[in-house]
């Protein structure tokens, strides 16, 4: 019996000790480049890492999912809309706080944005959406009143969970916004 008893205690300590780390994954997720090759599986089909595992804290394609090092893990997967990163809504819920963040609806799943997205800087609300608000940190124009963020990394900024890494890493997005866009 008491053997029993500390197995489950080793359990409960494990995913309490994991629970602790889980606030770091959200400042590597938002900064990485996804949909690059994956150098593990270069010579098969479909090998771009389009899969974030929060256990590992990597991005990796989907035959990397399929090994002993990821197999069991907690897994999001990202996807592309209009050359922008986004989840689907459904998959990162469980992880992460997700109310009041600007929802979309893509191949009829609801999904939100992974990071903010760039505007123009004269751009203003639609003339049909009377209750026009703008995202609290990036002051990006969003559809819902009650929304108050466009992106996981707004929410994230915002909410300032001890994400200095997110800060630098938002520099570093916006300086490559405004090169892509001096370029084109």
């Known amino acids: 019996m008491l053997s029993i008893l500390g197995v489950k205690e080793q359990q409960f300590m494990l995913t309490s000790e ?7 994954w959200i400042a590597t997720l938002l900064s990485l480049e ?19 595992c929060i256990d590992c804290n990597v991005e990796i394609c989907r035959h990397c999912c399929n090994t002993e090092a990821h197999f069991v893990h907690r897994r ?5 809309y209009v050359y922008q990163d986004v989840l689907r809504l459904l998959d990162i819920q469980h992880y992460f706080d997700c109310s009041e963040i600007q929802t979309y609806k893509i191949n009829g799943e609801k999904a939100i944005h992974l990071n903010s997205r ?16 703008s ?3 990036c002051k990006r ?7 108050r963020f466009c992106s996981i990394s707004c929410k994230a900024l915002r909410k300032s969970v001890s994400f200095v890494s997110l800060q630098k ?16």
């Open 34 to 52: 996804f949909f690059g090759t994956c150098v593990d599986h270069k010579h098969l089909r479909k090998n771009e890492k389009n899969v974030f």
């Open 141 to 147: 124009y969003i559809q819902d009143r009650p929304n």
């Open 18 to 24: 994991k629970r602790t780390v889980d606030g770091d």
């Open 135 to 137: 995202c609290v940190t």
């Open 118 to 133: 760039p505007q123009a800087k004269d751009a203003r609300p639609s003339t049909k959406s009377k209750n026009a608000a």
């Open 169 to 184: 890493w938002n520099k570093v997005f916006w300086r490559k916004n405004i090169i892509i866009k001096k370029e084109v």
């Open 76 to 80: 999001l997967q990202i996807c592309k």
